[in-house]
């Protein structure tokens, strides 16, 4: 098993083949979900194997979105599956990354503790102080792909979100919950004093 090969192979692809309109699902936000990955397995618990292949599914997990701009997760399952399969992963592991990177697919639904951190993962944000300069990345390209118009909008949108969010892992609970309803009544307030 390759890990390193399957790492640069993939880096290297987001790095030239992402749409430039994709500013929130960008190469940075790759980066930095594979960081928190790594923070919260290691709070976690996870080692080894298990934490070879949750880098793998940050990594790949949002890769999809090179070629399709729907069910980006099934297009990130077929991109993953084929290089690792070259790189000497088994089918077994290949499908613990492709459950991992489903698991991530809104509504999130984790069936096990790898899929609850990289679902934390890939919505850290919420609750941490760069929740506006992200978002403000998530709202251009939502409107870059004619999802929404205006800023109240994606306001609006927020606050169903953030409603409806809870983190998965013992770790982000304690960490990132506060933060989160800070953010939320932020956004609360731009919407009622418009």
């Not at 592991?93 to 790898?114: D, E, F, G, R, Y």
Request: hydrophobic share 35%.
């Amino acid at each position: 098993m390759d890990y390193q090969g399957a790492k640069e192979y993939i880096l290297h692809r987001l790095s030239k083949e992402l749409p430039v309109k994709r500013t929130y699902h960008c190469f940075e936000h790759t980066m930095d979900v594979y960081s928190t990955v790594i923070d919260i397995a290691e709070k976690e618990g996870v080692e080894g194997e298990d934490l070879e292949l949750l880098k793998l599914a940050a990594l790949y997990h949002d890769c999809g979105f090179m070629v399709q701009d729907h069910e980006h997760e099934m297009a990130s399952c077929k991109i993953m599956r084929e290089k690792l399969i070259d790189l000497g992963y088994t089918e077994e592991a290949t499908n613990k990354v492709c459950s991992m990177v489903m698991s991530t697919k809104i509504p999130q639904m984790p069936k096990n503790l790898l899929d609850r951190i990289i679902c934390d993962a890939d919505l850290d944000y919420l609750g941490r102080n760069d929740f506006f300069l992200i978002g403000d990345t998530l709202f251009e390209e939502m409107k870059e792909y004619g999802m929404l118009n205006t800023f109240d909008e994606w306001n609006e949108i927020q606050v169903k979100f953030l409603e409806a969010h809870s983190y998965w892992t013992e770790t982000n609970r304690n960490t990132r919950t506060e933060k989160k309803a800070e953010n939320f009544q932020r956004v609360k307030d731009l919407l009622e004093n418009k």
